[in-house]
Each structure stands twice: as C-alpha cells, then as structure tokens.
C-alpha cells in the first residue's frame, strides 16, 4: 500500500505551528500483521497492515507531516553488552526518530529511555517459550501410572486420614466403658488391626469384626465413607487416564533444555524478553541470553511463509501466542508451552514515542482514545491482528485430583474425631449412670443410714434406749447359752453317728462327683461377677466407696 504524501489538512483540534510545519520522522519494521514492510525493485519501500492504517488515520486527524524510516534486519529493541540501546527503542533514544510504528511492552528499563502513548493499548500478548509435543497415543500402565489419578498433596493426606482414624478408633474402644463395647472387640481390634481396617476400608474391603459402641461405630461409618469416596474417584480417573489419549512434550523445565544435547533456542532479536533474560537471577534465562548475544540461536524471519524450518525436533521457540498460530496455523496445536513459571511477559502493547515529544505525545493520545471509544481501533484490530487462540483446547483432558478437589472429602475425618468424642463422652455418663444404680439402689438404705445426720438425743430421750439395748443384749446373751447348751447335747450323738455316715460315704461320692461341674461352673460365675464388682467399684469416687464400705461393714456388725 502506498503511503499517503504530505501537507495533510488538519481536521481536528489547532495544535502549535511548529509541530504542524516540521517532519515527523516515523521508525517502522517489518512486523505482520501489525506492519508490513516492503523493498521496491527502485529501493524504497511501501507500507500498509494494521499499524499502517491506524497511522493514516491519526495523521491526518492531525495534520501531521511525517516520513517513515524503514529499519532492515532491525529489531524491537534490546541492552547491548556495552549498556547501548539497539532496535527500535534506540532509534527514539538517540534521537533518530520521533516514533515508532510498532506496539511495545512498557518494561521498566524502556522508561527510562523512551515515552509510550498510554491511552489505549494497540495489542494485548502472552509470551512464553514453547516446544512441539510428541505423537498422542495412550498412557502405559506402570506404577507411576497408578500414582497420576491422585496429586501427590493427596496421597500424603490420606496416608494421614488413614492414620488419624486408626489411632481414633483404638483409643475409643480403649476409653469406652465396658457396658458399651465388648472386651472380645478391644483385645482383637490393636493397633495393628485397626491400622489393617482403616487401610481396608480405603480399598473398599469389610471388616471382620466391627465396634458396639457408639463413639466406635460413628469411627467405622466415616471409615467406609471416606474409603467409598476416594475409591470411587481414583478408579474413575484412572480409568479417564489410562483410555485417553495423551501426549507429552519431550521438555519440560529449562533446566531440560539444557541437560540434554541438540536442543535450539528460535526467537526474534530485541524482544523484552531478551532484556530480561540479561538481568533474570535464574541461572537458566541467563543462559538463554547469552546464546542470543553469541549468534547461537535461530532467528525467526518474518518474510515468507514458510516457517518449516520451525518444527524441526529439538527447537523452542520464545514469542507471543496469537504469533505462533500466525505462523503455523492448525500445526500451532501441536506447541505446549513449556510450563507456567516460564510465562515471560502477559500484557498489552504500546505505541512507543521519543522523550520530550510532548505536544506529539498529547495529541496522539488524544485522538487514539476517541478512535478506542468510537470502536474504530478495535474494528482496525480484528481486520488485520485478531486471532483465536482457544482452537486447541482438547475435546478430552485429564488432570490430577489436587487437595482442593477431595477437600469436601477428607473432611470427613475430623467430621469422625468429632462425632465419636461427642458419642463416647454420651456412653461413659450412661454407663456410670447404669453402674450406680445397678449397685447403689440395693444398698440404699444402708448407705443413707450411715451417711444420714446424727442427732444428739438428750438425757431424757437417752436412758429409754439404754434400757431397751440393755434388755437386748441380755436376751442375746440368754440365746448365745441355750445354743451353747444345745452344741453339748448334740456332740455325743454326732459321734455315735459317725460310723455310719463313714459306711455311706462310699455310696455318696459318685453323686457328689456328678455334682461337681456345676458347682465349678457356678464358682465361675461368681469370680466374674466378684472381678465386675472390684471394677465397679475402682470406678467409684473416693467419697463413694467409704460411704458403701461402711454400710457393708454395718451389715456385717449387725
């Protein structure tokens, strides 16, 4: 497209003569299709693109009179060794030009040096290094392949869950009391075995025997439910995983890129990147600069479009996105970027202006912001620069489960602590409640007897009741005689009687053996029900126990 002449008429505001009469120098370089730039067999150049009509427009909204000035083989603009500007940018530092026809990153570094037109961005842009992935095909099954359902976040957590809740379940049916659970069920259910359930109970499998309490059966439910959960979602996954088709790039860090032999940095010189990369603390970006600053990388041409020289193996290219599939269309799906820490910028654009252009600057800003109300930069845009970049997303993806994922469920497992604490302390009120009146109730009376107030009986009241023990412990003394007197006359005839008792005592012992396994079974029982009342009573308060001890030995006095 050939560039308009001069002596424009100004249509808009009255700007100040001098900016109106002297030539505006405009820098350009061939950059499609924001700007292309274009030798004549006579050796001048022709201009058109996007950045070109956005210019014709300003200019003669203006009036300006301006005359470009074509760079060969420039550049954006770039730090040299020796602390010089190169590129576009050092063509406005230096004063060989007034602005540039191109759209630049504001990076702090080009500020010092140069002013940008800020009212409305020309482009917006996602730099970032990337590299061509392998052919899909379908994911292996190994062992790392069983681990990639679940993120590693994940499998430390549960490994955690599962611990947290074996610890949870001994303890409660350690502490519950034994009217809650059976003592069968504590002595089976160790630590080792309930480490064995919790982890059974995450792979979906039963338990052989399972808690009575409460507090112990609230443990086992959010066991299966968290084991149901989390099996369910790793076997979907991993199913998604291993049919899906999936497909890797051969790099994946800059570190990589490095380690391994034949691998070639293909970029464009003087981008802001590269200014980056001179200053960057990673030891790796460092690197990538000095390959630009010694020559070994390759450059990406703009002229022509053949770009086959791009999708060799063992190349990465560093540019911008909407770029990429400029350059290779429906091939820029097969790129990956290498990974998300390596994003270098993500912005927008800026027309760039030499320091001290102030009316210009005011000007340019001025009607750009009008044309970016009207919509005319934003029709401009989508003619010539817009591009979806969302083509590529897969029909299929697969990713990790993360933490944040199975949150809701790994919930679950202070959700169980919680609820078997409540329950537990729910079962020892009760069961301290059952133990004292199963053993308190019958002995009642007893005890309020002993523990009643004792009331100081007067003289009056006294001598009555002296009287009345006196007279009964006479007749007890009487009683204790007569049975003395009784025991004497019996003695001489239980003597007489002992050879017979000795002659049927041999007819006696066969019935007396046949009686023996019940009465070892009912010594039994009475031992059990001995060691229950010595642990019932080991439950009992201090004050508890004295005050049944000295109802017991009352009984025993009367």
């Known amino acids: ?61 203006l009036g300006l009179r301006y005359r470009f000035v074509p760079m060969v083989n420039g550049s954006f603009g770039s730090l ?51 590299v061509r992935r392998g052919a899909p095909g379908a994911a292996g099954l190994s062992l790392s392949a069983l681990t990639r359902p679940l993120g590693a976040d994940v499998w430390w957590t549960l490994l955690a869950a599962i611990v947290a809740l074996s610890a949870a379940l001994r303890l409660t049916l350690v502490v519950s009391s034994r009217s809650a659970e059976q003592r069968r069920t504590v002595s089976e259910l160790g630590w080792g075995s309930c480490l064995l359930a919790s982890y059974m109970a995450m792979v979906g499998q039963g338990w052989a025997r399972t808690p009575r309490s409460l507090a112990g059966r609230a443990i086992t439910v959010c066991c299966w439910t968290l084991g149901l959960l989390v099996y369910s979602s790793y076997t979907a996954t991993l199913v998604s995983h291993l049919a899906s088709p999936t497909s890797r790039a051969p790099i994946s860090s800059l570190s990589e890129f490095f380690a391994q032999p034949g691998w070639r940095l293909a970029t464009r010189p003087g981008t802001s990147a590269e200014n980056h990369w001179k200053t960057s603390s990673s030891h790796n970006e460092r690197q990538l600069y000095h390959l630009i600053h010694d020559g070994e990388y390759i450059r990406i041409k703009d002229e022509g ?18 770029s990429l599939h400029r350059m290779f269309g429906q091939h820029a799906c097969e790129f990956q970027m290498l990974s998300p ?42 003619k010539w620069v817009e591009i979806d970049t969302k083509v590529c997303v897969p029909s299929q993806q697969y990713r990790p489960l993360s933490f944040a994922n199975t949150l809701a469920v790994l919930a679950i497992v202070p959700l169980a602590v919680l609820v078997s604490s409540c329950l537990l302390a729910v079962e020892t009120v009760v069961g301290r409640a059952q133990l004292w ?28 009741v002296t009287g009345e023990l006196l007279g009964q412990r006479s007749e007890l003394t009487d009683q204790r005689s007569e049975l003395l007197d009784q025991h004497s006359e019996l003695l001489p005839y239980q003597h007489s009687e002992l050879p017979d008792q000795r002659s049927e005592l041999p007819d006696q012992l066969p019935k007396q053996h046949s009686e023996l396994p019940d009465q070892r079974s009912e010594l039994r029982r009475r031992r059990r029900w001995l060691s229950e009342l010595r642990a019932q009573l080991a439950e009992m308060s201090g004050g508890e126990r004295q005050r049944l001890r000295a109802a017991i030995d009352a009984t025993f006095d009367d």
């Not at 100040?16 to 350009?28: H, I, M, N, S």
């Not at 009642?444 to 009555?464: D, F, H, M, N, Y």
């Open 341 to 382: 820490d390596t994003m270098l910028n993500k912005g927008s654009g800026y027309l760039p202006i030499a320091k001290g252009q102030i009316d210009l600057k005011e000007g340019i800003e001025a009607e750009l912001q009008k044309m970016n109300e009207a919509g005319i930069l934003g029709r401009l845009r989508n």
């Open 305 to 322: 479009n053949e770009k086959s020289y791009l999708l060799q193996p063992k190349v990465m290219i560093s540019c911008d996105q909407k």
């Open 437 to 464: 009146s199963r053993w308190r109730l019958p002995l009642l009376w007893r005890v309020s007897a002993c523990t009643a107030p004792s009331r100081q009986l007067s003289a009056a009241e006294g001598a009555p």
């Open 1 to 61: 497209m050939e560039e308009p002449t001069s002596s424009l008429v100004s249509v808009g505001r009255g700007w100040p003569r001098d900016l109106l009469e002297r030539e505006v120098r405009v820098a350009t370089l061939h950059d499609p299709p924001h700007l292309f730039v274009e030798r004549r067999a006579d050796g001048s150049f022709s201009h058109g693109g996007f950045l070109f009509e956005l210019w014709t427009i300003l200019a003669a909204r």
């Open 80 to 130: 040299t060794t020796n602390g010089t500007w190169a590129g576009l940018v050092g063509e406005l530092a230096y004063g060989r030009a007034d602005l540039a026809l191109t759209w630049l990153f504001r990076s702090g570094d080009r500020l010092e040096v140069i002013d940008f037109v800020s009212s409305a961005p020309i482009d917006s842009f996602q730099t970032g290094l990337f």
